[in-house]
């Protein structure tokens, strides 16, 4: 049974502020795709909408009602991407469980023109490896803190479901962490590939070697994504160093490695052939490899 979200005509029309006549219209004048219910009432899923906004060249403009409930200035924040306010709304709908809800805003940033590099980059990153957070007025540590981003992990799990893949080019990438809890960046990197139609595996953090050389022996890998947290510091003597080295050596994979904000370019160095330090840049570095 699919999970993907499904719209009604009603909430397409909240959406783009039009009437409910002007959508079933534009199914039959414009192409706009639906499917129909055994009722005969029109659905309409995430990436017919993407595709359909793209090809008329408009965007989501209107309040789609229930989602914002008792966050009137939403609009606004989405419309200035005022990320700090958008980040509390996600982190209160992350802490009380509305996965379902919290799914729904992820759709509906996306719509909105908000890239998935900065889901990460101004919202998910502020939650990663540390031990209390701050956002605004709320103070989140201990379990409520595992708790968020539990919660977080599996509204954006849900949300890669429901995103359209890019047009199919044949590659295969591998992502992977030396460090536990790696869970978000990893489905992340994930989310970029597929926008730009690879495919994409990824590897339980922290990434064993035993099963990268598994993976890259059944599977046609064209590249190796690494992600790192920022505070992360390799000796270049390690063990751990000296097995990677041997890896890509041996099986001579194109490696970028995604570090935040990385010193020095450190890694470069010692492991990849491309180092960038967001995922806004990662995801011009997939785009350029087309």
């Not at 706009?32 to 029109?42: A, D, N, S, V």
Request: hydrophobic share 40%.
């Amino acid at each position: 049974m699919s999970s993907e979200r499904l719209y009604s005509t009603r909430e397409l029309a909240q959406l783009w502020n039009v009437s409910e006549t002007t959508i079933k219209r534009w199914t039959i004048t414009k192409g706009l795709h639906c499917i129909k219910t055994p009722g005969g009432h029109r659905r309409f899923s995430l990436n017919d909408i993407v595709k359909f906004q793209g090809s008329i060249g408009f965007e989501a403009s209107g309040l789609l009602h229930g989602v914002d409930s008792g966050f009137p200035e939403l609009e606004v924040w989405i419309n200035s991407k005022n990320y700090p306010e958008i980040r509390r709304f996600v982190f209160i709908l992350a802490l009380h469980n509305r996965i379902y809800q919290l799914t729904e805003f992820l759709n509906r940033m996306y719509l909105r023109g908000i890239a998935i590099p900065d889901f990460y980059d101004a919202i998910f990153s502020k939650v990663e490896r540390k031990k209390t957070v701050k956002v605004g007025d709320l103070k989140i540590k201990g379990y409520k803190l595992n708790l968020v981003r539990s919660n977080l992990m599996l509204a954006f799990y849900f949300f890669y479901l429901n995103l359209e893949q890019g047009k199919k080019n044949g590659r295969t990438a591998l992502c992977v962490s030396t460090v536990r809890n790696a869970e978000i960046p990893l489905q992340v990197m994930a989310c970029v590939f597929k926008e730009e139609g690879w495919e994409s595996l990824t590897l339980m953090e922290p990434c064993d070697l035993r099963m990268m050389r598994v993976c890259v022996k059944k599977e046609p890998v064209n590249l190796l994504a690494v992600w790192l947290p920022q505070d992360y510091r390799p000796e270049p003597a390690t063990e751990e160093r000296g097995k990677l080295i041997w890896f890509l050596r041996n099986y001579r994979i194109p490696v970028v490695v995604l570090q935040q904000k990385s010193s020095g370019r450190v890694l470069e160095e010692y492991y990849s052939e491309r180092s960038v330090s967001s995922f806004a840049e990662f995801k011009l570095f997939v785009r350029s490899l087309r």
